[in-house]
């Protein structure tokens, strides 16, 4: 009997800087937007993820959407990072999302710029109390003036769907098929859920086929460029489409496999990565799928 083998890992692994962790999304009924908390970072950091994932930090235009980001996460014991700013022009604040400031809810005595480097925004002074949460402080990038770590207030328009998106075309096995990588019906990635792809079309014979995991369609770790034409390796009209951060491996006998993807809930709304299957054939040569390209929804 002829046997297709692949061989396959569990779980995947997202870049460290897009590893921060974002809360559950809350919609405002008021304006439509979505808001997330995320872990303890500086601000810079949590603007950068912001921006990542299609937004920025939450930008307060009215006393009713203050008052709704107090309702919604007002923890007596934290501060939470907003979009303003002043660190392009001392005493200049500006909402990161470019927006004109039209209010502001300062704390008492509020903004100080404390030791001339404090140009970051956030609700909420814990080290006053919980009822201070609504005001507005001024602290430097990243631990404030009192010690504490604040999380960020993302916000966005619309969520990123979850999505995989098929792209490229593969080269065909030594009996002509050409392996077909595709999403189980009706799984998506979604963040915090497990989905399936599978590699079908293959020949049974013994095959070693890779799914082939990366975080780039454009370059590799090696900075070469994609498409990467794999003639040289003894694979005429085979490409590789995506980098190779990652591989995983299992064994099949029915000429196709599913491989799992756990999307883990640390896993940014928006976080793209990217999968192909290359199919080693003993002892007749080799050949490539298409690839995938996955969207993390929420």
Avoid: K
Wanted: hydrophobic letters at 40%.
């Amino acid at each position: 009997m002829r046997t297709t083998f692949l061989v396959a890992a569990t779980g995947l692994a997202f870049h460290a800087s897009l590893a921060a962790q974002v809360g559950t999304w809350v919609q405002n009924p008021a304006n439509g937007h979505y808001y997330g908390l995320t872990t303890q970072m500086s601000w810079t950091d949590a603007e950068a993820l912001a921006v990542q994932i299609g937004g920025h930090l939450a930008t307060i235009r009215s006393a009713a959407e203050n008052d709704w980001l107090a309702t919604t996460f007002a923890i007596g014991t934290e501060c939470h990072w907003i979009g303003l700013n002043d660190a392009a022009s001392e005493g200049h604040f500006v909402w990161s999302s470019g927006e004109p400031v039209t209010y502001t809810n300062w704390h008492p005595g509020e903004p100080t710029n404390g030791n001339g480097i404090e140009d970051w925004c956030h609700l909420g002074l814990p080290w006053t109390g919980p009822q201070a949460y609504p005001f507005w402080n001024d602290s430097p990038n990243g631990d404030t003036s009192y010690g504490w770590v604040c999380r960020g207030i993302l916000e966005v328009t619309n969520l990123t769907p979850a999505a995989y998106v098929p792209f490229g075309t593969g080269c065909p096995t030594p009996d002509g098929a050409v392996p077909t990588l595709e999403p189980v019906a009706g799984e998506l990635p979604r963040v915090g859920t497990t989905s399936h792809l599978r590699v079908s079309n293959l020949p049974l014979a013994v095959t070693i086929p890779v799914f082939v995991v990366g975080f780039s369609d454009s370059t590799t770790p090696a900075g070469y460029a994609l498409p990467f034409d794999l003639a040289p390796l003894g694979w005429p009209g085979c490409e590789q489409l995506v980098s190779n951060e990652i591989l995983y491996w299992t064994i099949t006998t029915t000429g196709q496999a599913d491989h799992a993807f756990a999307i883990p809930a640390a896993a940014p709304v928006g976080f793209e990565f990217f999968v192909q299957a290359l199919v080693l054939h003993t002892p007749t040569g080799a050949s490539v799928s298409n690839g995938i390209a996955a969207r993390v929804g929420d």
